[in-house]
């Protein structure tokens, strides 16, 4: 050893290190590098679809620190040892979203948000998005597996409350990201086959009696988006104007700061929900392939997490976690290219936005977390 | 950890395992998905989508023309082109379709006034096929009040643009309008016959008189930029841009000052007067009253004040100089002498005893002359200064019908000769053919004896009537009657000049013996400096001669025993005076036909009127070229 060391000082330093930076902080380097690579991008994006807007960018910059502060203290909690507060947690989510319904504020004829005194303005939707997915692993993990139907019925209504406790603000992107996290959580706990094809055919007769549940608003919104064409200058036109932008993007776009579909203001919400039409503009289908292939390696590196995950609760977590961060990202494409309805999903870490930023790094961060307490092989 | 719970739990690890990898699979087939669909977008469909995307940025946008002007005979504006606000809305920009419309409209209704008509007006403007994100005008000429008001709350009123357009006005207004005619809102039939890619930019048309006539030349070409605009319209950079062919100017006959001077002696009277001048033909002066103001129609006028301008019982609209059908009485008889004399039927020795009627047979109707118990001997000198009825009774009764409405015609009569007012009429020459046609009757003498004292059914406008004068003036000399004198400043002659068709007229009126037009310029200005002439006090005290002739025209049929008391007929039913004539008697500058409806006597009614206009137009410039010659002695 000794000799090793004389002749190799620098591995002794190593050596001294232990386990490494990455380890004590307990972060996973390859989500973080995939992390920085998409916020980087996205914030190159967010400038030009923010209309050059510097304003804009460091305000996001700052919510991305203080969601970056959030992730490594979240990393730094094994939420095993947390579990029995989780059906606290749920339970003050469900009442916060009940005041949402009675004393919430908001705009465009949706009411979002919770003022409370000393507090910033927060949606207590967002924070549901980890709660209920927290709320079902744990549940699940200390019940037989595969789960019996007794137990399933009990998910499904752990789930549904808050969904329709949201969708009645309305905030029917939400709504929709936090019931599949739940199902996800439903699906890898072991949901049998049967069961899975029953809700799939249950849900398909269900669905005549949604339509005469949604809103005015909503309804639009589904028309329009089968016949966009029908009311190109009312409903129809962020649909329309959104796939103008991406085609006329074509392979290697517009160049950056030079979409004119964005620019000259015919695109909607160009720096939320729309982003990937700017991105799709200005850096044409290589943009969007090279932004898809990132998700993709987020993805997978999920995946690889859940699977080497051992404890049912860290693994049922962590594969929800990835498949809702999954959801966003086919949702808000399929919809900003008009394959899917209009339903306010924002783009993962691309879309401007404070609340977003904090659930999607927070998810991240228990990922991550999972991994560090993952079995060391040996 | 007994075996069997831990085989429980490998094998759940490998079911979770298996789930992973289902999800991947959707992971991945999803991704496909998105990125086919991105393919389809951005390559297959590219240039489907970089089109639109071309054509949301630039538009073509039209320019309109600025419209020629008008400009009297010494370059006066007689129309000219002033700014003016529009209040528009543009309704693509404006979310929420027809809600998001009503809602601006609530919104601007707070800020300036909008009434339940413009709203009406408003809204078949919207349904009519537009270009998109063109503006739709909701208001026009707003003040200046108004215009700060809108644009101070500009933040809450989206999609509300002030366009500023040119739009026609007329300096002088009122006593103009029957001689120019005006401009206003291009309606939806009009809008079916127009250019429409002309037209594109203009919201005026000519919809009378010489705006109406010159309309083409008075427009000129539309222009088109390309421009690069944002989804609000706004305009964000001119691309390329291709100049509008501005109207060509236009320069009248017209003269001003004796059109303000005509339409001021009409004033508080019903009537017209037409001025020509012999030398060209142009109209100096064409004055209809009662007037009323053109600018009111360039901007849309009120219903309240139209319906007053329509409901009028002395019809303002009516334009008496070009439209006005009246028994040219009198004023007829010079070529009713011209018609005896030239065709040879009546001797140019012919006199005749008038015993202040004539009868076609003996104890039939008495025709009366004006005069009662008659004028004694009578020639043809004497019929025309005195006006003797009864002695054109009796050339009528031998002449017949065809000698009569010929040689009218040759002096204008029965058609329309004036180029450029398409609101001319024709009025109605009685020939033969016609009376058979529209009264399914024979003529008969007694028509001839009506027709030789210019009544019964004859009847001419007052232009006619002016253009008559201008050919006894000129010894049978025509030329084209027109507005127009030059355009650009190149002269016109004729307005087939300008590609546009001549009127039909009739060729210069040769007598066999050219020494008649003198026997008839010399009873024409007896009329006016004779001692018995009817139009003497009209002539006296002059510094000129002046020729003419005096009518009083029959509005009520009197009955036979009865005589003519003005007092006591309503004033509905008084005569009309009419004059016809021309000065300098020799050299004339100016030929004029004056009526006044129910005014009563020609010479009384109408002949004082013309003779303040033979001094402004002969006194008037003379005067000023004496002050002139004299500053220059003083110097």
């Known amino acids: 050893m000794a000799d090793f060391q004389r002749w190799a000082p620098d591995a002794q330093k190593h050596l001294k290190q232990g386990p490494g930076l990455w380890v004590k902080l307990r972060l996973d380097p390859f989500l973080l590098v995939l992390l920085f690579a998409i916020m980087s991008f996205g914030l190159l994006v967010l400038y030009s679809g923010s209309g050059s807007s510097e304003a804009a960018v460091q305000k996001q910059l700052i919510r991305y620190g203080l969601a970056l502060l959030g992730m490594v203290i979240i990393t730094q909690i094994n939420l095993r040892n947390v579990q029995r507060w989780i059906p606290l947690f749920y339970i003050i989510g469900l009442l916060l979203l009940l005041a949402v319904l009675l004393f919430g504020v908001g705009a465009k004829g949706a009411q979002r948000w919770l003022e409370i005194p000393g507090l910033p303005r927060f949606q207590p939707s967002e924070v549901m998005k980890l709660v209920v997915p927290l709320t079902l692993s744990w549940y699940l993990s200390s019940r037989p597996r595969p789960p019996h139907l007794i137990h399933v019925l009990v998910a499904v209504v752990l789930v549904t409350l808050p969904v329709l406790l949201i969708a009645r603000q309305p905030d029917l992107g939400t709504a929709l990201l936090i019931g599949s996290s739940g199902a996800f959580v439903v699906f890898f706990a072991g949901l049998l086959w049967r069961y899975l094809f029953a809700a799939i055919a249950i849900g398909a007769a269900g669905l005549p009696l949604l339509w005469t549940g949604m809103r005015e608003y909503q309804k639009q919104r589904v028309i329009t988006f089968l016949d966009p064409e029908s009311d190109p200058l009312g409903a129809g036109w962020n649909i329309i104007q959104s796939k103008i932008a991406i085609g006329s993007g074509g392979i290697d776009g517009k160049g950056w700061l030079q979409g004119t579909q964005s620019h000259l203001d015919f695109l909607p919400e160009t720096h939320t929900d729309f982003i990937v039409a700017v991105l799709a503009e200005e850096f044409g289908l290589m943009g969007v392939c090279l932004l898809l292939t990132l998700y993709f390696l987020v993805l997978i590196r999920g995946l690889m997490i859940a699977g080497s995950a051992t404890h049912p609760f860290d693994r049922m977590l962590a594969a929800s976690l990835t498949l809702t961060f999954f959801v966003y990202v086919a949702v808000n494409i399929g919809m900003v290219t008009g394959l899917l309805p209009v339903v306010g999903v924002p783009l993962p870490l691309v879309s401007y936005g404070g609340t977003a930023a904090v659930t999607l790094m927070a998810s991240l961060g228990i990922l991550m977390s999972i991994h560090a307490r993952r079995p060391q092989r040996t | 950890m007994p075996w069997s719970k831990m085989d429980t739990q490998r094998q759940e690890v490998s079911q979770f395992r298996a789930r992973l990898w289902w999800a991947l699979l959707v992971i991945v087939i999803v991704f496909v998905g998105l990125v086919s669909r991105l393919v389809y977008l951005q390559v297959w469909q590219y240039e489907r989508y970089a089109t639109e995307s071309d054509d949301n940025r630039q538009q073509l946008q039209a320019i309109a023309p600025t419209r020629g002007l008008i400009y009297d005979t010494n370059g006066a504006l007689l129309a000219g082109n002033r700014a003016s606000h529009s209040l528009t809305l543009v309704p693509e920009q404006l979310i929420g379709g027809r809600r998001g419309i009503d809602n601006v409209l609530a919104e601007l209704a707070q800020v300036v006034s909008i009434d339940q008509n413009d709203v009406k007006r408003f809204n078949r403007r919207l349904n009519q096929p537009r270009r998109p994100h063109s503006p739709v005008a909701l208001r026009f000429q707003l003040n200046p009040t108004e215009i700060a008001q809108i644009t101070v709350n500009q933040h809450r009123l989206p999609g509300v643009r002030i366009v500023p357009e040119l739009v026609r006005f007329y300096p002088l207004d009122k006593g103009f309008v029957h001689a120019l005619g005006y401009v206003g809102r291009i309606n939806d039939r009009e809008l079916a016959k127009l250019d429409s890619a002309n037209y594109s930019a203009t919201h005026h048309v000519g919809k009378l008189g010489v705006e109406r006539f010159y309309e083409t030349e008075l427009h000129g070409n539309v222009g088109y930029q390309t421009v690069e605009t944002n989804a609000r319209g706004r305009v964000l950079q001119v691309l390329d841009r291709f100049e509008p062919v501005p109207g060509k100017n236009i320069t009248l006959f017209l003269d001003a000052q004796l059109q303000q001077a005509a339409a001021k002696l009409l004033e508080g009277k019903r ?265 003497r006090r009209s002539g006296a005290e002059s510094s000129y001669k002046m020729a003419g002739k005096t009518g009083t025209a029959q509005v009520l049929g009197i009955k036979q025993d009865s005589t003519y008391d003005a007092a006591t007929i309503a004033e509905r039913f008084r005569d009309h005076g009419l004059y016809i004539g021309w000065a300098p008697a020799k050299d004339p500058v100016i030929a004029i036909a004056v009526i006044i409806e129910n005014g009563g006597g020609g010479s009384s009614a109408a002949a004082p009127l013309a003779r303040k206009l033979f001094d402004l137009s002969i006194l008037g410039a003379q005067s000023k070229t004496k002050a002139k010659e004299g500053a220059e002695n003083d110097g």
Do not use: C
Request: aromatic letters at 8%; zero cysteines; a positive charge.
């Open chain 2, 271 to 535: 009537g017209a007067i037409v001025a020509i001048d012999p030398k060209t033909g142009g109209v100096l002066a064409m004055a209809s009253a009662p007037s009323y103001g053109a600018n009111q129609f360039v901007t849309g006028i009120s219903n309240a004040n139209y319906q007053a301008l329509r409901g009028s019982d002395d019809l303002p609209l009516f334009n008496r100089a070009l439209r006005g059908r009246y028994p040219p009485a009198s004023t007829v008889k010079p070529v009713m002498a011209i018609a005896g004399m030239d065709s040879g039927i009546i001797s140019r020795k012919y006199s005749l005893w008038d015993p202040g009627y004539y009868q076609l047979t003996e104890g039939g109707r008495l025709y009366r002359d004006w005069k009662e118990g008659g004028h004694g001997q009578v020639d043809m000198h004497k019929s025309i200064v005195e006006s003797v009825d009864t002695y054109y009774y009796a050339i009528a009764h031998i002449m017949g019908n065809d000698p009569m409405t010929k040689y009218l015609a040759q002096f204008g009569l029965g058609q329309v000769t004036i180029a450029d007012q398409p609101e001319a009429t024709k009025a109605v020459l009685p020939t033969q053919q016609w009376k058979r046609i529209n009264r399914s009757a024979s003529w008969f003498p007694g028509d001839s004896l009506n027709l030789g004292i210019g009544q019964g059914f004859l009847s001419a406008t007052p232009t006619q009537l002016a253009t008559m004068a201008m050919v006894l003036a000129n010894k049978g000399k025509w030329h084209q009657i027109r507005m127009i004198k030059a355009i650009n400043d190149q002269p016109v002659e004729k307005v087939s000049d300008i590609g546009r068709n001549d009127p039909k007229q009739p060729s210069d009126v040769a007598l066999e013996r050219s020494s008649d037009w003198n026997k008839i310029h010399n009873a024409m200005i007896d009329v006016m400096h004779g001692k018995k002439g009817t139009g």
